[in-house]
Nanobody, 120 residues
Framework: QVQLVESGGGLVQPGGSLRLSCAAS????????MNWYRQAPGKERELVAS????????NYADSVKGRFTIARDNALNTGYLQMNSLKPDDTAVYYC?????????????WGQGTQVTVSS
């Protein structure tokens, strides 16, 4: 059974920091690219950051560049999203996603989400 479990969300003041974690089980984590998405109330889910399976390449949405850092530790089957200089607009439910493509198809798994609220 595949599970992605996010943790680390919460309430933080503007300018503060949080680190989200995504613990994976039931998959060969090192074979999957990892993405972090977020969805704010009334808005569509958006891609925030991506990292390749070996961690050699990352990409970020323009809205978080320079503030967020995505990372992974394949030995621990865990991905991370370090969020600094948080703004109220960063308030959303954050989801981790593991995705792999091969000749047999595309495999995509989601966590349950963790709430991040940025407010004074």
């Amino acid at each position: 059974q595949v599970q992605l479990v996010e943790s680390g969300g919460g309430l933080v003041q503007p300018g503060g920091s949080l680190r989200l974690s995504c613990a994976a089980s039931g998959i060969t984590f090192s074979a999957y690219a990892m993405n972090w998405y977020r969805q704010a109330p009334g808005k569509e889910r958006e891609l925030v950051a991506s990292i390749t399976s070996a961690g050699g390449k990352t990409n970020y949405a323009d809205s978080v560049k320079g503030r967020f850092t995505i990372a992974r530790d394949n030995a621990l089957n865990t991905g991370y999203l370090q969020m600094n200089s948080l703004k109220p607009d960063d308030t959303a439910v954050y989801y981790c996603n593991a995705q792999s493509s091969s000749w047999s198809g595309v495999y995509s798994y989601w966590g349950q989400g963790t709430q991040v609220t940025v407010s004074s």
